[in-house]
């Protein structure tokens, strides 16, 4: 008999849930960077051994929203709660102040799913206060999603908490999202990566076109910015900046789809994007009018 069934990761900012997320995938799914909120939306990855399927979503970090885009993120990761069989709140372990779920995500009751408290980077954490955490947590489970350590313990946990169930999807599937979405996704984490301040925040990439039946490999992207002095920091002095952004773009898309790539870079300015539930609809955000309200 399989068991098979969606686990949701939820937590702050920073937790290390796309660390997660492509760890147990084992492929890089999810974008990753030092720098807080940049999963903006859900995104679904599938681990597949033996017997078990677990169809996992990254959600955009729980926070207390201050404009449309927050809010639009806070939306998304409350319904992936919604939708879930399984939760894992994961909690960095270095924090001092554990808020609850119900708390974080300003939940009026605890969810219908069970929820595994996962305390994360424990790589990073002192011996002695790792110890100290375990008595005080016994039923919490502890992991570094960037080393592996306890990651098995984990997928045993789930694996039990899961229904029986055929496989949701395909054994070789890992992924549900189209190559363009990921194309997107790597062009914004490697803009959060070579661009410091306010700009990262700022940032949205849209695919305008997709032309996979070409060699190389058609693709032409807009990263859109709110305001001009953004743009001519990410164009950069002569257009060194956006050159380089789209060189490393273009290598991490190639290293996905294992083929040779055009990345045609745009930059764009969409006044006030964030704050605009029009814009956001534009850029392929979904929000309720409820959540997104100023």
Not at 199 to 204: D, E, G, Q
Request: a negative charge; aromatic letters at 6%.
């Amino acid at each position: 008999m399989t068991h098979a069934g969606i686990l949701t990761l939820c937590g702050k900012p920073n937790a290390g849930k796309s660390t997660l997320l492509n760890r147990l995938v084992g492929q890089k799914l999810s974008i990753v960077s030092s720098k807080p909120q940049s999963t903006r939306d859900r995104i679904l990855g599938i681990f597949t051994r033996q017997d078990l399927q677990v169809v996992l979503l990254d959600t955009p970090g729980l926070l207390d929203p201050h404009y449309a885009l927050q809010r639009a993120m806070r939306h998304t990761a409350r319904r992936a709660l919604e939708d879930a069989d399984v939760i894992a709140y994961l909690v960095d372990a270095n924090e001092r102040n554990i808020a609850s779920l119900a708390d974080a995500a300003g939940l009026d009751a605890p969810p219908r799913a069970p929820v595994l408290t996962v305390f994360n980077k424990i790589d990073a954490l002192d011996p002695l206060r790792l110890d100290a955490l375990r008595a005080q947590q016994p039923d919490a489970l502890f992991i570094s999603a960037l080393t592996g350590e306890g990651i098995d313990a984990l997928i045993a946990r789930v694996a039990s908490a899961l229904p029986e169930s055929p496989f949701l999807y395909p054994e070789d599937d890992i992924a549900e999202q189209p190559v363009r979405f990921f194309a997107s996704e790597l062009i914004r984490e490697t803009a959060l990566e070579q661009l410091e301040q306010e700009v990262p925040y700022s940032i949205a990439c849209t695919i305008e076109e997709f032309r996979e039946e070409r060699r190389p490999v058609y693709i032409r992207a807009v990263l859109y910015v709110e305001r001009d002095s953004q743009k001519r920091i990410v164009i950069g002095e002569g257009g060194a900046r956006i050159r380089e952004i789209g060189r490393a773009s273009r290598e991490k898309i190639e290293a996905l789809i294992d083929a040779p790539v055009y990345l045609d870079l745009w930059v764009k300015v969409l006044p006030n994007w964030r704050r605009d539930s029009a814009a956001l609809r534009r850029l392929g955000f979904t929000h309720t009018d409820e959540e997104t309200r100023p």
